[in-house]
């Protein structure tokens, strides 16, 4: 079983940065898909990015060039780096894993993981 815990969420002013982080316990990080969602008040939840355990990465359009995800194998942890952050950012933001990825897959639907995070909240004022 894995269990991952974000942190890194916080308030900040439109145009500002914020750098989450997930780290993982227990498990086979290395061969685990992993990827971050969002779920703003009254919206649904949404993909936002993802990495592939062999490292491919992708992204929401609404997040594609502003955003960064990255994993690092040896500490368990995977980060999002958001920048040039928008009120339309703000929401509940998620770490999530898959253990049943193919090494270049990351899924986007939420009841494809199987590992989920508490979630950390990130609010952009405008």
């Known amino acids: 079983q894995v269990q991952l815990i974000e942190s890194g969420g916080g308030l900040v002013q439109a145009g500002a940065s914020l750098r989450l982080s997930c780290a993982a316990s227990g498990g086979t990080f290395i061969r685990t898909a992993m990827g971050w969602f969002r779920q703003a008040p009254g919206k649904e939840r949404e993909f936002v990015a993802g990495?592939?355990?062999?490292?491919?990465?992708y992204y929401a359009d609404s997040v594609n060039g502003r955003f960064i995800i990255s994993r690092d194998n040896a500490e368990k942890t995977v980060t999002l780096q958001m920048d040039s952050l928008t009120p339309e950012d703000t929401a509940v933001y998620y770490c999530v894993g898959d253990p049943r990825a193919q090494r270049y897959d990351v899924r986007r639907r939420w009841e494809e993981y199987d590992y989920w995070g508490q979630g950390t909240q990130v609010t952009v004022s405008s």
């Open positions: 990495i592939a355990w062999g490292d491919s990465t």
